[in-house]
Nanobody, 119 residues
Framework: QVQLVESGGGLVQPGGSLRLSCAAS????????MGWYRQAPENQREMVAS?????????ADSVKGRFTISRDNVKNTNTAYLQMDNLRPEDTAIYYC???????????WGQGTQVNVSS
């Protein structure tokens, strides 16, 4: 099983930046892709960005050109980052880290970190 711990959320003014981190542990050898999802009040959870073990990335149209996902492997941990620039009020949401595993359970989620963009 994969455990995920997010950090880096907070309050930022429109136009500002935040960097989210997601540290994976446990069966990290089984991770094929990592990503970030977000859920705003009364909205469904949506994919923000994802990155495969080979480094291929995918972004939601609403964040292209503003957000950058990256990933590194150090010893027994596997960390994903989400650099968020030029933040907008509509980016306000709880951001969840996700890891897709080749073994059960296939979908692994972090506890979420709150991002608030407001003046």
């Amino acid at each position: 099983q994969v455990q995920l711990v997010e950090s880096g959320g907070g309050l930022v003014q429109p136009g500002g930046s935040l960097r989210l981190s997601c540290a994976a542990s446990g069966s990290i050898f089984s991770i094929s892709a990592m990503g970030w999802y977000r859920q705003a009040p009364e909205n469904q959870r949506e994919m923000v960005a994802s990155i495969t073990s080979g480094g291929s990335t995918n972004y939601a149209d609403s964040v292209k050109g503003r957000f950058t996902i990256s990933r590194d492997n150090v010893k027994n941990t596997n960390t994903a980052y989400l650099q968020m620039d030029n933040l907008r009020p509509e980016d306000t949401a709880i951001y969840y880290c996700h890891a897709l595993s080749t073994i059960a359970p296939r979908h692994n989620w972090g506890q979420g970190t709150q991002v608030n963009v407001s003046s």
